[in-house]
């Protein structure tokens, strides 16, 4: 019988960090967003510190945190973070950014299956575009359910597999900028390929049936991102265009998530599920301990 596969391709994760030239992009801006990535970044700022509420939170942990994009917001916002992910390079990476940018964090290498803390040792516990790397997704929720305190919130922001969401209406602007970037290259070096990595495409009933059966108050689930990505790179979407052409694509999104929250009277970033480009988990750890599941182990 093949061995049921739990863990993202972490070798391939490394190599890809380690060739990429977007993989030193700060993601990160203390004003206003000059790209389709810093604005998303900031969006998901804005909504989790909504979901927070204002709460006396100060630990926090990111896990698989890549460059830290969503870290620098929380670290520029008084908390105390550490940052994990398996990668070395890009731990490195993170670290680079994190000192340009004059925000400090503590800086983890370890297995999202076995995360080297305590029971019980943060506020907040967050992942970007993690857990879909993951097919058994018991082993990583519980594992952050357990470093999570009484009280604190967890938010998984989810990145699956699906082609039919927002995305679907704009990829022939995409193919044109792709056919336009092949052009313009001719017959220079072509960008190196990006390494083949597990990401399933589970929405958030995969997930679910492992939370219920946790001590969690406030579950929430929603659609995140309700614009498409716009990109000349296939292989890596959130390679950037030239800069005025971001400038003016982040103005239009910023007037489309203006015109969003004028109609839904809701936070814009939310929609639902099958249209965001993710989806977001949110909830918060109760009082009662050891939860009813019997936590992983190695």
């Known amino acids: 019988m093949r061995k049921r596969k739990t863990k993202g391709s972490v070798g391939e994760f490394d190599t890809n960090w380690k060739q990429r030239k977007e993989a030193v992009y700060s993601h990160w801006v203390k004003g206003t967003p000059q790209n389709q990535v810093q604005l998303a970044f900031r969006m998901h700022w804005l909504l989790f510190q909504e979901l ?22 929380f670290a520029d916002n008084g908390f105390d973070c550490t940052l994990l992910d398996s990668s070395k390079s890009v731990l490195d990476t993170a670290q680079g950014i994190f000192s340009e940018n004059g925000h400090s964090a503590r800086f983890v290498q370890g297995d999202a299956l076995k995360l080297p803390f305590a029971d019980k ?30 009280g604190g919130i967890f938010l998984g922001y989810i990145v699956p597999e699906r082609p039919d969401n927002v995305q679907r209406y704009f990829t022939w602007i995409n193919k044109i900028l792709l056919l336009g970037s ?6 220079k070096k072509r960008p190196v390929a990006k390494n083949e990595i597990y990401r ?3 929405g958030a009933e995969r997930y679910l049936p492992v939370i219920k059966k946790l001590e969690v108050s406030d579950l ?8 498409p990505m716009i990109s000349h790179s296939p292989e890596f979407p959130f390679s950037l265009l030239p800069p005025f052409l971001e400038k003016v694509l982040t103005k239009i999104f910023m007037a489309a998530l203006g015109l969003r929250k004028f109609f839904y009277k809701k936070n814009s970033w939310l929609c639902r599920e099958e249209m965001g480009q993710a989806f977001l988990i949110v909830f918060k750890k109760s ?12």
Not at 52 to 73: F, H, K, N, P, T
Not at 287 to 298: D, G, H, N, R, T
């Open 182 to 187: 092949k052009i313009a290259l001719g017959k």
């Open 121 to 150: 040792s943060f506020d907040v516990v967050v992942s970007i575009g993690l857990l879909e790397h993951f097919e058994e997704v018991s082993a990583p929720l519980l594992e952050q359910y357990r470093v999570l305190r009484p």
């Open 220 to 227: 929430q689930v929603s659609g995140v991102y309700p614009l």
């Open 52 to 73: 927070m509420g204002g709460q006396d939170y100060a630990q926090c942990l990111e896990v698989g945190c890549g460059r830290g994009s969503i870290s620098s917001y």
């Open 287 to 298: 009082e009662l301990w050891p939860p009813k599941v019997k936590l992983y182990q190695s």
């Open 200 to 202: 399933s495409d589970y």
